[in-house]
């Protein structure tokens, strides 16, 4: 029976109180048929240090199972069914309860052989307050639209609701102040796939511990084609389909992008950023420069001037002679051979041919990710990578980022197998020195959605052993999940 009698989620209350609760509490593992859930491959998330004392004392080293009622906003989603199935899978205890504003017969979905009512969001918040009475472990996974992330995080912090929140986009400022505020426990990512994650890890170490290592690289997120890509015939079409996205014709698709360095057109505003004493060094040096040499030489006297030394010494002269002389062999002997590396040819030549903006010191940028037409806004995981390379010393703005949701292009173009045209997340990042004689290709291609629900699940299990053990961190992010052994 449902009633609103209940106000908060017991999450809220104290971590003593909550283990007492929790251990008088029979638990109720679920016994239902499995239905079309693909069996996951490790449902327990006991640390393995617990399981290695464990062992030591004798009992066998069977991580326990967790089971504990998760409630999926919104089961009437795509992602929404993945997790309702995978948390099942999981031997968690689905709450047959949804929202969604989308009309489904009798107001029931069947997922895994359970019913599932659907309520209509506006109900929420009179409904979760006796979903929370009946299941006070709940914890809520949330998969619904980006206009609703920051109503429903407001809705989940009011009421007590620990909550992991996979739903990109809303107002991201707006959610973590929400956070702050509330004070519940939340896990929130854009990227619930752990791979992807520990990519994402990667770069943010990368970030953090190399700061501008890759200063002066263009950054470029580039679609290279795979199948169809050198056909002419499929370079030169248009675009076709329903997407909601600005049509753009599909030879961009092969285009690259490419942030100029400051150093060339864009050297002296930042120059006057940077202080009077560095702008007069590059006024005068600037000009027996060429752009290599002036962005050598801009490196060098903001390294000078952020550590605090002066810049206009005879160091810095010294290092502008140097430079020039280098410089200028170097720029003679590229203008006489051909570029070696192939990939570097392969994405300057569209980038000319197609947009004919690579023009020296101007930003040609086609930043793309691809994701299926129904996706609505711009990958929340695309913008995690480029705030890292950002970090990196690369300059990029997230609204350049261009979208892929047409799935002509998806199939012929970047290569997305028809059979998941419904759901893929495909994202290319290239970064090109700024001689262009070394690049990097950053890849990650999902097809499908269970990597998310796997993903998904796990950060529940750990959202609900950080309540048990009363934490006093709250909010977590995927990264996080990872750290704590979740990598597996
Ligand atoms: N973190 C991660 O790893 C991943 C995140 N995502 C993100 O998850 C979100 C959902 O993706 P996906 O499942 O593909 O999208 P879908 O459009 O398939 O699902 C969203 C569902 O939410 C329903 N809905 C709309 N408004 C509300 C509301 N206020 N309350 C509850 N339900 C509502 C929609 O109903 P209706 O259609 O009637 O509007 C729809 O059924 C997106 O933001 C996506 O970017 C996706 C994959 C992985
Ligand atoms: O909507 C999707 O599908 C996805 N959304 C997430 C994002 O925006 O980054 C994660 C993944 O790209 C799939």
């Avoid at 239905?35 to 449902?43: D, N, Q, T």
């Avoid at 040819?345 to 040609?364: D, H, I, M």
Wanted: aromatic share 6%; hydrophobic share 40%; proline share 6%.
């Amino acid at each position: 029976m449902l009633s609103a009698t209940i106000a908060a989620h017991p999450a809220a209350a104290a971590a003593t109180t909550l283990r007492q609760r929790q251990s008088i509490r029979p638990r109720q593992p679920l016994r239902v048929p499995i239905g079309a859930a693909a069996p996951r491959r490790r449902m327990a998330t006991a640390r393995p240090s617990v399981v290695k004392a464990l062992a030591s004392q004798g009992v066998p080293a069977v991580p326990p199972k967790l089971s504990f009622p998760i409630l999926v906003n919104s089961c009437t989603g795509k992602m929404g069914k993945a997790v309702a199935e995978a948390a099942v899978s999981a031997g968690l205890q689905l709450v047959p309860v949804s929202f969604s504003a989308m009309e489904v017969p009798d107001g029931k979905l069947e997922i895994c052989d359970r019913e599932i009512r659907i309520h209509d969001p506006s109900e929420s918040e009179k409904i979760l307050p006796s979903i929370i009475e009946e299941y006070p472990d709940l914890i809520v996974v949330d998969y619904t639209v980006p206009d609703a992330v920051n109503a429903n995080a407001e809705l989940y912090c009011k009421l007590g609701l620990p909550f992991v929140m996979g739903t990109t986009g809303g107002n991201r400022q707006l959610l973590h102040k929400t956070m702050q505020d509330g004070n519940i426990y939340a896990v929130i990512s854009p990227q619930m796939g752990k791979q992807v994650v520990a990519f994402l890890a990667a770069m943010e170490i990368m970030a953090e511990q190399f700061p501008g290592a890759f200063s002066g690289y263009k950054l470029e997120l580039n679609q290279t084609p795979r199948s169809a890509a050198s056909s002419p015939a499929v370079a030169d079409e248009g675009r076709s389909g329903s997407s909601t996205i600005e049509k753009q014709p599909l030879s961009t698709l092969k285009a690259i992008i490419q942030i100029e360095m400051p150093g060339d057109a864009g050297v002296e505003p930042k120059l006057v950023s940077c202080g009077t004493s560095f702008a007069f060094v590059c006024m005068k040096l600037g000009p027996l420069a060429d752009g290599g040499v002036r962005r050598l030489l801009l490196f060098f006297t903001m390294g000078r001037f952020s550590q605090g030394l002066p810049v206009l010494d005879w160091k810095t002269f010294r290092m502008a002679d140097t430079f020039t002389t280098q410089e200028r062999g170097r720029v003679r002997k590229k203008k006489t051979e051909m570029k070696q590396n192939v990939q570097v040819n392969v994405l300057k030549e569209p980038s000319s041919k197609c947009s004919g903006k690579a023009t020296k010191g101007k930003k040609t940028i086609e930043v793309m990710e691809s994701h299926q037409a129904t996706k609505l806004d711009v990958s929340g995981t695309a913008k995690a990578v480029i705030s890292c390379f950002q970090k990196l010393g690369v300059s990029f703005d997230m609204d350049e980022v261009k979208l892929v949701r047409d799935p002509e292009e998806q199939v012929n173009v970047v290569g997305v197998p028809e059979e998941h045209l419904a759901g893929h997340a495909f994202h290319m990042y290239h970064l090109t020195s700024p001689d262009g004689t070394v690049s990097f290709e950053f890849q990650h291609n999902v097809c499908g959605r269970s990597i998310y629900a796997e993903g998904t699940v796990d950060a529940a299990m750990f959202l609900y052993t950080k309540i048990q053990s009363g934490a006093s961190k709250k909010l977590y992010d995927m990264i996080d999940v990872l750290r704590e052994g979740n990598m597996r």
